[in-house]
Protein backbone atom coordinates (compact mmCIF):
# COMPACT_ATOMS: atom_id res chain seq x y z
CA UNK A 1 0.00 0.00 0.00
CA UNK A 2 1.59 3.59 -0.87
CA UNK A 3 1.09 6.26 1.72
CA UNK A 4 -1.73 7.79 0.15
CA UNK A 5 -3.64 5.00 0.11
CA UNK A 6 -6.27 4.38 2.53
CA UNK A 7 -6.18 1.27 4.45
CA UNK A 8 -10.00 -0.59 5.41
CA UNK A 9 -11.49 1.05 7.77
CA UNK A 10 -11.57 4.81 9.52
CA UNK A 11 -7.84 5.40 8.83
CA UNK A 12 -7.02 8.48 7.11
CA UNK A 13 -5.07 8.96 4.19
CA UNK A 14 -1.59 10.48 4.70
CA UNK A 15 -1.65 14.00 3.08
CA UNK A 16 0.59 16.26 2.28
CA UNK A 17 -1.19 19.52 3.43
CA UNK A 18 -0.31 22.46 1.46
CA UNK A 19 -3.46 24.20 1.53
CA UNK A 20 -4.35 27.04 3.47
CA UNK A 21 -4.70 25.63 6.65
CA UNK A 22 -4.87 22.50 8.45
CA UNK A 23 -1.26 22.25 7.75
CA UNK A 24 0.96 19.57 8.40
CA UNK A 25 1.17 18.19 12.05
CA UNK A 26 4.21 17.49 13.66
CA UNK A 27 4.39 13.65 14.83
CA UNK A 28 5.23 14.66 18.40
CA UNK A 29 2.14 17.12 18.58
CA UNK A 30 -0.06 14.08 17.33
CA UNK A 31 1.56 12.10 20.04
CA UNK A 32 0.93 14.31 22.60
CA UNK A 33 -3.31 14.19 21.95
CA UNK A 34 -2.96 10.52 22.68
CA UNK A 35 -1.69 10.85 26.35
CA UNK A 36 -4.05 10.43 28.85
CA UNK A 37 -6.86 12.30 29.69
CA UNK A 38 -6.99 14.34 33.21
CA UNK A 39 -9.91 16.14 34.53
CA UNK A 40 -9.95 19.93 33.58
CA UNK A 41 -9.13 20.93 37.62
CA UNK A 42 -6.22 18.11 37.72
CA UNK A 43 -3.40 20.02 39.45
CA UNK A 44 -1.34 18.89 36.62
CA UNK A 45 -3.88 19.99 33.84
CA UNK A 46 -4.11 23.70 35.54
CA UNK A 47 0.04 23.53 35.72
CA UNK A 48 -0.06 22.72 32.05
CA UNK A 49 -2.75 25.62 31.27
CA UNK A 50 -0.09 28.45 33.60
CA UNK A 51 2.76 27.13 30.97
CA UNK A 52 0.56 27.58 27.92
CA UNK A 53 -0.85 30.85 28.61
CA UNK A 54 3.51 31.50 29.19
CA UNK A 55 4.10 30.08 25.76
CA UNK A 56 1.65 32.30 23.98
CA UNK A 57 2.54 35.17 25.67
CA UNK A 58 6.18 34.90 23.86
CA UNK A 59 4.93 33.40 20.71
CA UNK A 60 2.39 36.77 21.00
CA UNK A 61 5.46 38.83 22.38
CA UNK A 62 3.02 40.15 24.94
CA UNK A 63 3.17 40.60 29.01
CA UNK A 64 -0.79 40.12 28.84
CA UNK A 65 -2.22 38.55 31.67
CA UNK A 66 -5.18 38.00 29.66
CA UNK A 67 -3.82 35.55 27.31
CA UNK A 68 -5.32 32.23 26.34
CA UNK A 69 -6.96 29.85 24.19
CA UNK A 70 -10.78 29.84 23.26
CA UNK A 71 -12.26 26.60 22.74
CA UNK A 72 -13.20 26.41 19.09
CA UNK A 73 -11.08 27.42 16.24
CA UNK A 74 -9.66 30.30 14.26
CA UNK A 75 -13.67 32.01 13.42
CA UNK A 76 -14.80 31.35 17.71
CA UNK A 77 -11.46 33.96 18.58
CA UNK A 78 -12.66 36.55 16.09
CA UNK A 79 -16.32 36.34 17.57
CA UNK A 80 -14.63 36.21 21.34
CA UNK A 81 -12.69 39.13 20.53
CA UNK A 82 -15.88 41.00 18.80
CA UNK A 83 -18.21 40.12 21.08
CA UNK A 84 -16.25 40.75 24.41
CA UNK A 85 -15.45 44.46 23.12
CA UNK A 86 -18.60 45.66 21.29
CA UNK A 87 -22.12 46.46 22.69
CA UNK A 88 -25.09 46.88 20.87
CA UNK A 89 -24.88 50.34 19.37
CA UNK A 90 -21.30 50.51 19.31
CA UNK A 91 -19.27 52.20 16.38
CA UNK A 92 -17.12 49.83 14.91
CA UNK A 93 -15.25 50.13 11.65
CA UNK A 94 -13.73 47.01 10.01
CA UNK A 95 -11.24 46.64 7.32
CA UNK A 96 -12.08 44.56 3.90
CA UNK A 97 -9.90 43.17 1.32
CA UNK A 98 -10.89 39.64 1.29
CA UNK A 99 -13.03 36.79 3.01
CA UNK A 100 -11.78 36.53 6.46
CA UNK A 101 -12.32 40.70 6.74
CA UNK A 102 -16.09 40.38 5.66
CA UNK A 103 -16.52 37.61 7.85
CA UNK A 104 -15.30 40.16 10.86
CA UNK A 105 -17.85 42.36 9.39
CA UNK A 106 -20.76 39.70 9.60
CA UNK A 107 -20.06 38.77 13.12
CA UNK A 108 -19.61 42.57 14.36
CA UNK A 109 -22.97 43.29 12.74
CA UNK A 110 -24.39 40.60 14.48
CA UNK A 111 -22.85 42.13 17.54
CA UNK A 112 -25.52 44.55 16.78
CA UNK A 113 -22.35 47.22 16.06
CA UNK A 114 -22.80 49.95 14.38
CA UNK A 115 -20.53 49.28 11.26
CA UNK A 116 -18.38 51.10 9.11
CA UNK A 117 -17.12 49.09 6.40
CA UNK A 118 -14.16 49.99 4.73
CA UNK A 119 -13.15 48.17 1.43
CA UNK A 120 -9.96 47.60 -0.58
CA UNK A 121 -9.74 46.01 -4.02
CA UNK A 122 -8.87 42.20 -3.43
CA UNK A 123 -5.15 41.64 -3.00
CA UNK A 124 -4.22 44.81 -2.02
CA UNK A 125 -3.70 46.22 1.76
CA UNK A 126 -4.89 49.75 3.44
CA UNK A 127 -2.38 52.51 4.06
CA UNK A 128 -3.31 54.22 7.30
CA UNK A 129 -4.21 57.31 4.70
CA UNK A 130 -7.15 54.63 3.37
CA UNK A 131 -8.48 54.60 7.03
CA UNK A 132 -8.31 58.38 7.94
CA UNK A 133 -12.02 59.40 6.88
CA UNK A 134 -13.73 56.70 8.52
CA UNK A 135 -12.00 57.74 11.54
CA UNK A 136 -12.73 60.65 11.21
CA UNK A 137 -16.38 60.63 10.07
CA UNK A 138 -17.25 57.47 12.40
CA UNK A 139 -15.42 58.40 15.41
CA UNK A 140 -15.10 53.95 16.27
CA UNK A 141 -14.54 52.82 19.28
CA UNK A 142 -13.04 49.34 18.03
CA UNK A 143 -10.87 48.87 14.67
CA UNK A 144 -10.68 45.66 13.15
CA UNK A 145 -8.57 44.39 10.50
CA UNK A 146 -7.04 40.85 9.41
CA UNK A 147 -3.14 41.02 9.29
CA UNK A 148 -2.65 38.01 7.18
CA UNK A 149 -5.85 37.93 4.51
CA UNK A 150 -5.85 34.00 3.39
CA UNK A 151 -8.47 34.71 0.79
CA UNK A 152 -5.70 36.78 -1.10
CA UNK A 153 -2.41 36.32 0.00
CA UNK A 154 -1.80 40.00 1.20
CA UNK A 155 0.10 40.77 4.07
CA UNK A 156 -1.51 43.84 5.89
CA UNK A 157 1.08 46.11 7.67
CA UNK A 158 0.16 47.16 11.19
CA UNK A 159 2.08 49.48 12.97
CA UNK A 160 1.56 53.13 11.74
CA UNK A 161 -2.24 51.90 11.31
CA UNK A 162 -2.40 51.09 15.25
CA UNK A 163 -0.80 54.68 15.83
CA UNK A 164 -3.39 56.17 13.92
CA UNK A 165 -6.32 54.03 15.44
CA UNK A 166 -5.23 54.99 18.73
CA UNK A 167 -4.52 58.79 18.11
CA UNK A 168 -8.41 58.46 17.38
CA UNK A 169 -9.09 56.72 20.72
CA UNK A 170 -9.97 54.03 19.09
CA UNK A 171 -8.70 50.33 20.15
CA UNK A 172 -7.25 47.99 17.54
CA UNK A 173 -8.18 44.17 16.93
CA UNK A 174 -6.11 41.96 14.57
CA UNK A 175 -6.97 38.82 13.10
CA UNK A 176 -3.59 36.65 13.29
CA UNK A 177 -5.09 33.47 12.48
CA UNK A 178 -2.36 33.08 9.47
CA UNK A 179 0.47 35.28 10.76
CA UNK A 180 0.99 33.88 14.44
CA UNK A 181 4.16 31.53 14.62
CA UNK A 182 4.94 32.42 10.68
CA UNK A 183 5.99 35.82 10.98
CA UNK A 184 6.59 38.77 13.39
CA UNK A 185 3.07 39.33 15.52
CA UNK A 186 4.64 41.76 17.88
CA UNK A 187 1.84 42.18 20.69
CA UNK A 188 3.21 44.94 23.13
CA UNK A 189 5.65 46.94 20.71
CA UNK A 190 3.23 47.34 17.78
CA UNK A 191 0.35 48.12 20.68
CA UNK A 192 -2.54 45.55 19.59
CA UNK A 193 -5.34 45.69 21.45
CA UNK A 194 -6.60 42.37 20.93
CA UNK A 195 -5.27 39.56 19.03
CA UNK A 196 -6.51 36.03 17.77
CA UNK A 197 -5.20 33.22 16.24
CA UNK A 198 -5.95 29.81 15.57
CA UNK A 199 -3.93 26.15 16.44
CA UNK A 200 -4.11 24.56 12.53
CA UNK A 201 -2.03 27.16 10.46
CA UNK A 202 1.52 28.31 10.89
CA UNK A 203 1.31 26.90 15.14
CA UNK A 204 0.94 23.25 13.22
CA UNK A 205 -1.46 21.89 15.64
CA UNK A 206 -4.90 20.22 14.65
CA UNK A 207 -7.52 22.61 14.43
CA UNK A 208 -10.04 23.16 17.42
CA UNK A 209 -8.27 26.26 19.52
CA UNK A 210 -7.76 29.71 19.06
CA UNK A 211 -5.12 31.78 20.89
CA UNK A 212 -6.62 34.85 22.00
CA UNK A 213 -4.72 38.27 24.03
CA UNK A 214 -6.45 41.01 25.12
CA UNK A 215 -4.28 43.86 25.90
CA UNK A 216 -4.99 46.41 29.36
CA UNK A 217 -7.05 49.18 27.23
CA UNK A 218 -9.23 46.31 25.99
CA UNK A 219 -9.36 44.78 29.67
CA UNK A 220 -10.89 48.31 31.12
CA UNK A 221 -13.10 48.54 28.14
CA UNK A 222 -14.76 44.98 29.58
CA UNK A 223 -14.72 45.71 32.59
CA UNK A 224 -16.58 49.16 31.76
CA UNK A 225 -19.52 47.55 29.76
CA UNK A 226 -23.40 48.23 30.51
CA UNK A 227 -24.53 44.95 29.45
CA UNK A 228 -23.71 42.06 29.46
CA UNK A 229 -21.15 39.86 26.70
CA UNK A 230 -24.14 38.45 24.10
CA UNK A 231 -22.20 35.13 24.09
CA UNK A 232 -22.01 33.41 27.60
CA UNK A 233 -19.86 30.60 26.38
CA UNK A 234 -17.22 33.33 25.09
CA UNK A 235 -17.44 35.60 27.95
CA UNK A 236 -13.87 36.85 28.70
CA UNK A 237 -15.02 37.76 32.42
CA UNK A 238 -16.63 34.71 33.14
CA UNK A 239 -13.42 32.83 31.52
CA UNK A 240 -11.05 34.63 32.93
CA UNK A 241 -11.90 32.96 36.25
CA UNK A 242 -11.06 29.56 35.22
CA UNK A 243 -7.96 30.92 33.63
CA UNK A 244 -7.18 33.03 36.67
CA UNK A 245 -6.27 32.09 39.98
CA UNK A 246 -10.12 30.92 41.19
CA UNK A 247 -10.38 28.17 38.76
CA UNK A 248 -13.73 28.27 38.59
CA UNK A 249 -15.38 25.80 36.62
CA UNK A 250 -16.99 27.78 33.41
CA UNK A 251 -16.94 24.73 30.98
CA UNK A 252 -15.12 21.27 29.99
CA UNK A 253 -11.90 22.38 28.67
CA UNK A 254 -10.74 20.45 25.83
CA UNK A 255 -7.81 18.62 27.75
CA UNK A 256 -5.95 16.43 24.72
CA UNK A 257 -6.48 19.98 22.22
CA UNK A 258 -4.62 21.49 24.56
CA UNK A 259 -1.87 19.19 25.11
CA UNK A 260 -1.66 19.33 21.25
CA UNK A 261 -1.46 23.18 21.44
CA UNK A 262 1.00 22.98 24.16
CA UNK A 263 3.46 20.24 22.20
CA UNK A 264 3.41 22.38 19.20
CA UNK A 265 4.06 25.88 21.04
CA UNK A 266 6.50 24.17 22.54
CA UNK A 267 7.96 23.24 19.36
CA UNK A 268 8.21 26.87 18.14
CA UNK A 269 10.00 27.74 21.47
CA UNK A 270 12.88 25.39 20.30
CA UNK A 271 12.89 26.38 17.06
CA UNK A 272 13.48 29.90 17.94
CA UNK A 273 10.83 32.54 16.75
CA UNK A 274 13.39 34.41 14.52
CA UNK A 275 14.38 31.18 12.79
CA UNK A 276 10.84 29.91 12.58
CA UNK A 277 10.15 33.31 10.25
CA UNK A 278 13.59 33.00 8.45
CA UNK A 279 12.24 29.07 7.13
CA UNK A 280 9.04 30.37 6.51
CA UNK A 281 10.42 32.75 4.79
CA UNK A 282 12.68 30.55 2.28
CA UNK A 283 10.68 27.84 1.14
CA UNK A 284 8.23 30.31 0.39
CA UNK A 285 10.74 31.66 -1.89
CA UNK A 286 12.09 28.60 -2.87
CA UNK A 287 8.58 27.96 -3.91
CA UNK A 288 7.96 31.12 -5.61
CA UNK A 289 11.66 30.92 -7.71
CA UNK A 290 9.59 27.53 -8.71
CA UNK A 291 6.39 28.74 -9.84
CA UNK A 292 8.12 31.71 -11.46
CA UNK A 293 10.04 28.90 -13.93
CA UNK A 294 6.34 27.45 -14.79
CA UNK A 295 5.51 31.27 -15.26
CA UNK A 296 2.48 31.49 -12.56
CA UNK A 297 2.49 34.66 -11.08
CA UNK A 298 1.09 35.75 -7.88
CA UNK A 299 -1.98 37.29 -7.19
CA UNK A 300 -0.52 39.98 -4.91
CA UNK A 301 2.41 42.80 -5.85
CA UNK A 302 6.14 41.49 -4.39
CA UNK A 303 5.97 44.28 -1.21
CA UNK A 304 2.85 42.54 0.02
CA UNK A 305 3.01 38.73 -0.42
CA UNK A 306 2.91 36.68 3.01
CA UNK A 307 5.84 34.11 2.85
CA UNK A 308 3.11 30.97 4.42
CA UNK A 309 0.29 31.75 1.99
CA UNK A 310 1.44 31.63 -2.01
CA UNK A 311 -2.35 32.75 -3.85
CA UNK A 312 -0.90 32.77 -7.47
CA UNK A 313 -2.85 33.12 -10.60
CA UNK A 314 -4.46 30.03 -12.40
CA UNK A 315 -2.36 29.93 -15.69
CA UNK A 316 -5.34 30.43 -18.77
CA UNK A 317 -6.88 27.62 -19.86
CA UNK A 318 -6.47 25.17 -17.01
CA UNK A 319 -8.97 23.52 -15.09
CA UNK A 320 -8.17 24.75 -11.94
CA UNK A 321 -10.26 22.24 -9.42
CA UNK A 322 -9.15 19.45 -11.84
CA UNK A 323 -5.83 20.27 -11.06
CA UNK A 324 -6.35 20.43 -7.82
CA UNK A 325 -7.98 16.93 -7.58
CA UNK A 326 -5.01 15.15 -9.24
CA UNK A 327 -2.22 16.89 -6.84
CA UNK A 328 -4.63 14.93 -4.41
CA UNK A 329 -4.96 11.59 -5.55
CA UNK A 330 -2.13 10.79 -7.41
CA UNK A 331 0.32 12.67 -4.92
CA UNK A 332 -1.48 13.17 -2.00
CA UNK A 333 -1.39 16.92 -1.78
CA UNK A 334 -3.79 19.31 -0.68
CA UNK A 335 -2.94 23.15 -1.81
CA UNK A 336 -6.88 25.44 -1.43
CA UNK A 337 -8.42 27.02 -4.67
CA UNK A 338 -9.86 30.45 -4.75
CA UNK A 339 -12.52 31.66 -2.30
CA UNK A 340 -15.21 34.77 -3.31
CA UNK A 341 -13.64 37.19 -5.77
CA UNK A 342 -10.86 34.54 -6.31
CA UNK A 343 -12.68 31.34 -6.86
CA UNK A 344 -11.67 29.70 -9.95
CA UNK A 345 -8.74 31.87 -10.60
CA UNK A 346 -6.43 31.26 -8.11
CA UNK A 347 -4.50 28.44 -6.16
CA UNK A 348 -3.82 28.94 -2.29
CA UNK A 349 -0.66 27.35 -1.45
CA UNK A 350 0.38 27.17 2.49
CA UNK A 351 3.82 26.42 3.86
CA UNK A 352 2.60 26.85 7.16
CA UNK A 353 4.32 25.65 10.33
CA UNK A 354 5.64 22.01 9.66
CA UNK A 355 4.84 21.94 6.18
CA UNK A 356 7.29 24.34 5.50
CA UNK A 357 9.52 22.09 4.23
CA UNK A 358 12.21 21.25 1.56
CA UNK A 359 10.28 18.04 0.60
CA UNK A 360 7.05 19.75 0.45
CA UNK A 361 8.16 22.87 -1.86
CA UNK A 362 10.13 20.56 -4.15
CA UNK A 363 7.23 17.66 -4.27
CA UNK A 364 4.48 20.47 -5.08
CA UNK A 365 7.11 21.27 -8.13
CA UNK A 366 7.51 17.99 -9.51
CA UNK A 367 4.11 17.11 -9.49
CA UNK A 368 2.89 20.17 -11.35
CA UNK A 369 6.13 19.81 -13.43
CA UNK A 370 4.24 16.25 -14.37
CA UNK A 371 0.39 17.45 -13.83
CA UNK A 372 0.63 21.03 -15.67
CA UNK A 373 1.13 19.41 -19.48
CA UNK A 374 -2.17 17.17 -19.13
CA UNK A 375 -4.25 19.87 -18.41
CA UNK A 376 -3.31 21.69 -21.26
CA UNK A 377 -0.11 23.92 -20.28
CA UNK A 378 3.29 23.45 -20.84
CA UNK A 379 5.11 26.92 -21.45
CA UNK A 380 7.66 26.17 -18.82
CA UNK A 381 11.13 24.30 -19.29
CA UNK A 382 10.86 20.48 -17.78
CA UNK A 383 12.69 20.62 -14.54
CA UNK A 384 13.10 24.77 -14.62
CA UNK A 385 11.37 24.63 -11.52
CA UNK A 386 12.73 22.40 -9.03
CA UNK A 387 16.31 23.80 -9.95
CA UNK A 388 15.16 27.04 -9.04
CA UNK A 389 14.01 26.44 -6.17
CA UNK A 390 17.04 24.57 -5.08
CA UNK A 391 18.90 27.48 -5.99
CA UNK A 392 17.30 29.15 -3.44
CA UNK A 393 18.09 26.41 -1.08
CA UNK A 394 21.53 26.07 -1.79
CA UNK A 395 22.31 29.82 -1.34
CA UNK A 396 20.35 29.56 2.16
CA UNK A 397 23.04 27.33 3.47
CA UNK A 398 25.67 29.29 2.25
C1 LIG B 1 -8.59 30.37 8.79
C2 LIG B 1 -8.87 31.79 9.12
C3 LIG B 1 -9.91 32.18 9.98
C4 LIG B 1 -10.93 31.22 10.49
O1 LIG B 1 -10.41 30.23 11.23
P1 LIG B 1 -11.19 28.83 11.41
O2 LIG B 1 -10.20 28.06 12.22
O3 LIG B 1 -11.42 28.30 10.05
O4 LIG B 1 -12.43 29.11 12.13
C5 LIG B 1 -10.02 33.51 10.30
N1 LIG B 1 -9.19 34.43 9.80
C6 LIG B 1 -8.19 34.10 8.96
C7 LIG B 1 -7.29 35.16 8.43
C8 LIG B 1 -8.01 32.77 8.60
O5 LIG B 1 -7.02 32.44 7.74
Known amino acids: MSANERAPGWNPPIRILMGPGPSDIHPRVLAALARPTVGHLDPFYLQLMDDLQQKLRQIFRTENRMTFAVSGTGSAGMEAAVVNLIEPADRMVVCVKGVFGQRMADVARRAGADLLCVE ?15 L ?6 VVGIVMAETSTGASQPLVEIAKLVHDHQALLLVDAVTSLGGMPVEVDRWGLDVVYSGSQKCLGCPPGLAPITFGPAAMELIQRRKSPVAS ?7 LSSYWGSERAYHHTAPINMTYALHEALALILEEGLDARFARHLRHH ?9 LGIDYAV ?9 NAVRVPAGVDEGAVRRALLER ?10 EFRGKVWRIGVMGYSAREANVLGLLAALEQLLPEFGYSKFDKGASIAAANQVYVEALK
Open 120 to 134: RPWGSVFQPEDLLPA
Open 136 to 141: ERHRPK
Open 232 to 238: WYLDVRL
Open 285 to 293: RALKAGLAA
Open 301 to 309: EPSYQLPML
Open 331 to 340: FGIEIGGGLG
